[in-house]
């Protein structure tokens, strides 16, 4: 069983930086590919970026390529998600996820661990 915390959500201007750390339980993390996701209300949870297990590879969504960072510390157990240049529609619950393989994924049904979310509010 795998339990995944989000934390760095927050009230930010349009333009700014946040950084989203998601801390993961269990033995298998480096193993485990690690996606976040987001969902604005009224909307579906949409993918945002993903990265492999050893961090070979990253994925990122057309929407946030050029602006987010996907990285992760094996050491710590942790993945973060850096996103400059903000804009109002990037305001959504972010959420962490994790597969249970190690390369990572667009899809959501592909991840079979989830946070509880951090919320991103964009103000213009």
């Known amino acids: 069983q795998v339990q995944l915390v989000e934390s760095g959500g927050g009230l930010v201007q349009a333009g700014g930086s946040l950084r989203l750390s998601c801390a993961a339980s269990g033995r298998t993390f480096s193993s485990s590919a690690m996606g976040w996701f987001r969902q604005a209300p009224g909307k579906d949870r949409d993918f945002v970026a993903g990265i492999s297990g050893g961090s070979e590879s990253t994925y990122y969504a057309e929407s946030v390529k050029g602006r987010c960072t996907i990285s992760r510390d094996n050491a710590k157990n942790t993945v973060y998600l850096q996103m400059n240049s903000l804009k109002p529609e990037d305001t959504a619950v972010y959420y962490c996820?994790?597969?249970?393989?190690?390369?990572?994924?667009?899809?959501?049904?592909?991840?079979?661990?989830w946070g509880q979310g951090t919320q991103v509010t964009v103000s213009s």
């Open positions: 996820a994790a597969r249970q393989l190690t390369g990572p994924s667009y899809y959501r049904n592909a991840y079979a661990y």
